[in-house]
């Protein structure tokens, strides 16, 4: 995926000539190749163009539909950048959740990584502080308020994978990608999701000696094929397509759902799940809002952003995940339960999704996996 960086003037000449042909309009426009995208990117990232052709670069893909090759360049590209480490272990479970956060429930997915370490899974999840379009509450906020690390190196977090009493992390894209998270502001300005904000849970920072695995959710039909395609273009052995929670690994707790997943680089196949056949009956979708938390004032003419005050969220979740990490019963616990069964299952840890689901619940009760957070 790597190859020589255009000089800066090459840069813009290149870009000027990207933009005349993918900005002209809903009939006009023209798709352009990978390799022009991954250049057009890689500008981007070594802030080569204007920010203006930058943010029209973006804007331009989305509106005409971005193609498979054009997604392709612009994740390789994102790789360019991206810090590599290979982790002292065989196997590495990347779990990859949106990074503009959660704004209607709280998530139960930060707690996944410690939950997986002690059923001997070395996990990762990565993220950063505040991203549009939801400006939402991520991992990072969640995992802080639980007095977690979160401003690691790529080699700091990956050494804790090897630790037996650890085997997880999380590590910020501010660490792993600087010049993508530099892009923040220019993304806010956007306001509409573009084609970063797909490719980005792609990044790969952290790899398993042997084999790493993607686990990502979905909300919306098409998404599954393109993260598919993406997953392998990235180098992910295998890849677990959840349909979750405001887009999330969480699937719903009182509904079937549909998964997708592939494995050794094959093709993706679909398959459903059902909370009621692992013994989850709740009446909700998903760990619920307190009805208790400090309201907040919503961005001005914002209709994407539901406005949750993110300290007090963050530390709302942080709450419920650690109780169910100590075998608490509820909402999260049984979250814990179905992504949980789903991954190992996944992994082939398990003979079927029951027995993955009863292991986990084993673990939960033990209240071991609390102690890899504390």
Known sequence: MTSTAAAPDDA????????QRIATGPTLSKDITREEARAGMRAILGNQVDPVQAGLFLIALRMKRETDDELKGILEAIHEATGHVVAEVDEVVDIADPYDGFNRCLPA????????????????SHGAHAVGPKFGVTHRHILEAAGVAVDLSPVEAAQRLSDPSLGWSYVDQRSVCAPLHNLVDLRTTIVKRQAITTTEVLARPIHGRKQTHLVTGYVHKPYPRIYALLAR????????????????VSPSLRQKSVCFSYHNQGEEQAFEID?????????VRSVPLPEDLP??????????AVAVDVVATAKAACRVGVAALEGSKGPTYDSLVFTG???LAHLGREPSLGAAA?????????????????
Not at 275 to 283: D, K, M, N
Not at 358 to 374: F, H, P, T, W, Y
């Open 233 to 248: 273009h990235a180098g992910f052995d295998s890849a677990l397509l959840i349909r979750g929670v405001e887009g999330s």
């Open 12 to 19: 813009k000449i290149q870009m000027r000539s990207i933009l």
């Open 358 to 374: 009863e292991r986990v619940r084993g673990v939960l009760d033990s209240g071991k996996a609390a102690l890899r957070i504390r």
């Open 341 to 343: 069964a789903l991954i």
């Open 109 to 124: 997915s930060p707690f996944l990584m410690p939950l997986l370490a002690e059923c001997g899974v070395p996990a990762i």
């Open 295 to 304: 309201q907040t004032t919503p961005r001005a003419g914002d209709e994407i």
């Open 275 to 283: 909370p009621a056949e692992l013994g989850i009956t709740q009446t």
